[in-house]
């Protein structure tokens, strides 16, 4: 089996695969201050809960934006499940150009999607290569336009609405913090649902306006993907919106480990 680690800002996601089946998903607090024993007791006791173990894990493959979560991550996998992931990081093979200035900026939660997304959905339902834009509602909000041929042109970068309510919070003396969720009516008849209906509808009119802006930007039809986070309430109230795809960057993990460890299958246990 596999073991996929998305290690983000605020949370790392792990998706344990058997073959393309993602067999049980899992959702810890990103820590940077661990050991790699603190790591290993985490990462065993959320596997435990769906009966599996690191006994039971042929490979892994890690994306991190967090540099001081990685180093512990690894040396916990290879300690405790004797596993040599995959990391994705510049110069890894997508099969398609980065056009960023700079490639290594590029954070490896996006090109993971834009990779996945391409994977999945690249072509129209004739067969004809179709442009592609990735937004994944995490920490910050990110845009990832893929050109039809295909190649990463790059995007936007945007504060999430997580961010933008912890702003508001902090830097107001009387205003309570509010579960971030769609209100009845634009219109607040109180300060809690006035305050919904800013951070809520005011996003949705921020993705809303960055997808019109890339759309005339790059001047294809390009369809739309949503991940992470407040993915399917922002799609709801967005016909912008295409495809929510929740486990895009788990998948997109996967298929870069088959792309880059083609042929390399499981590793008998014994010879670790």
């Known amino acids: 089996m596999l073991l996929a680690i998305d290690v983000g800002n605020t949370n790392t996601c792990l998706g344990v695969f058997e073959g393309s089946t993602l067999r049980c998903e899992l959702r810890l607090s990103t ?7 603190e790591v290993a007791i985490s990462i065993e006791r959320a596997l435990a809960l769906t009966g599996l173990g690191f006994q039971d894990l042929d490979d892994a493959v890690v994306a991190s934006v967090v ?6 991550l690894l040396r916990a996998l290879a300690r405790y499940a004797r596993l040599d992931p995959l990391v994705i990081e510049p110069g890894i093979d ?23 997304a391409h994977h999945r959905y690249g072509r129209d339902p004739a067969g004809a290569p179709q442009g592609l834009i990735v937004v994944d509602f995490g920490t910050a909000t990110t845009f990832d336009v893929i050109s039809p041929a295909p190649a990463y042109l ?5 504060p ?25 009516r634009v219109v607040g008849r109180n300060t809690v649902s006035a305050l919904q209906s800013g951070l809520f509808f005011g996003y949705v009119g921020l993705v809303e306006g960055l997808l019109r802006r890339l759309k005339d930007d790059v001047g294809w039809p390009s369809v739309v993907i949503a991940t992470g986070g407040l993915a399917r309430e922002i799609a709801l109230d967005s016909p ?5 795809d929740d486990a895009l960057v788990l998948d997109g993990l996967r298929l870069l480990h088959a792309r880059n460890r083609e042929g390399s ?3 008998d246990r014994d010879s670790r």
């Open 265 to 267: 299958g499981p590793r």
């Open 154 to 158: 790059g995007g936007v970068i945007a």
């Open 240 to 244: 912008l919106i295409d495809q929510v």
């Open 160 to 184: 999430g609405v997580g961010i933008s309510a912890d702003a508001l919070f902090t830097r107001t003396a009387k205003l309570p913090r509010v579960e971030i969720r769609r209100p009845a």
């Open 67 to 72: 540099p001081p979560a990685l180093a512990p």
């Open 31 to 37: 820590q940077r201050g661990w050991t790699r024993d």
């Open 94 to 116: 997508t099969g398609m150009p980065i056009l960023y200035e700079h490639p290594e900026e590029v954070g490896a939660d996006r090109l993971v999607s834009a990779f996945a």
